[in-house]
């Protein structure tokens, strides 16, 4: 499997970015553990789990066979994805240099990799609906890639508390739930609908 040019020259400036967000992160993690932890001001949480210590370690933890077989079954449609990338490295190098809600690499919320991925993949598919479960930087990605690909799509992000610059895009669902929604909100014709899921959603008691 080879990469073409414009496919390396973007790898190679998303470690780069990566390396430095992710030192970012870790400074602005730290300082927020602190804060909690000495009662200056709550700014996390912390959820205990008695069963941590026998969570294998990742570089010990050996593949899911049953889902790497589907995943090497589609090696070769992968290979012609992630060289797809390359046709939008220009617009992709470019994120990063606007306020929100433009896209940016410098966060630890949506890896680099996937952000490209959403985009290329609205770019490419052009869904008529994207129905994408919370809000976040995911939302970002692919709002850019309906603008800049002018593709007809609705998008339909479902937060019950969106940020102020991603209210237009969401639509608000009481309790963070869908179930018993009105089926009007995804239409009859599911075919041609994306769905989404914001991976930052957590399970905290009384926040949920």
């Known amino acids: 499997m080879t990469c073409n040019t414009g496919f390396d020259y973007l790898t190679k400036s998303l470690f780069i970015r ?12 730290l300082k927020m553990g602190l804060s909690t932890i000495l009662g200056l001001k709550k700014q996390g949480f912390f959820i205990p789990y008695r069963y941590a210590d026998t969570v294998p370690i990742r570089a010990q933890d050996r593949p899911y066979a049953a889902l790497l077989d589907l995943m090497q079954q589609k090696e070769e449609h ?3 994805f992630l060289n797809g990338m390359g046709r939008y490295s220009e617009e992709l190098s470019s994120f990063g240099k606007e306020g929100p809600p ?11 990799l996937d952000g490209a991925a959403a985009y290329t993949m609205v770019r490419d598919e052009k869904p008529a609906t994207i129905i994408e479960v919370g809000s976040g930087h995911s939302t970002r990605f692919m709002m850019r890639a309906i603008q800049d690909g002018r593709v007809n799509s609705r998008f339909i992000a479902i937060d019950p508390a969106p940020r102020r610059y ?4 969401c639509r608000n669902i009481p309790n963070n739930r869908a179930t018993g929604r ?12 994306s769905f989404y899921r914001q991976q930052s959603y957590r399970h905290a008691w009384n926040r949920c």
């Not at 433009?102 to 919320?109: I, N, T």
């Not at 009105?182 to 609908?193: A, H, N, T």
């Open 18 to 29: 990566d390396f430095n967000s992710r030192y970012q992160m870790t400074m602005r993690r």
């Open 102 to 112: 433009a896209p940016r690499w410098e966060q630890d919320w949506f890896p680099r």
């Open 166 to 169: 991603q209210q237009p895009w």
């Open 182 to 193: 009105p089926l009007p909100l995804f239409g009859s014709d599911i075919g041609r609908y």
């Open 78 to 80: 992968f290979g012609r």
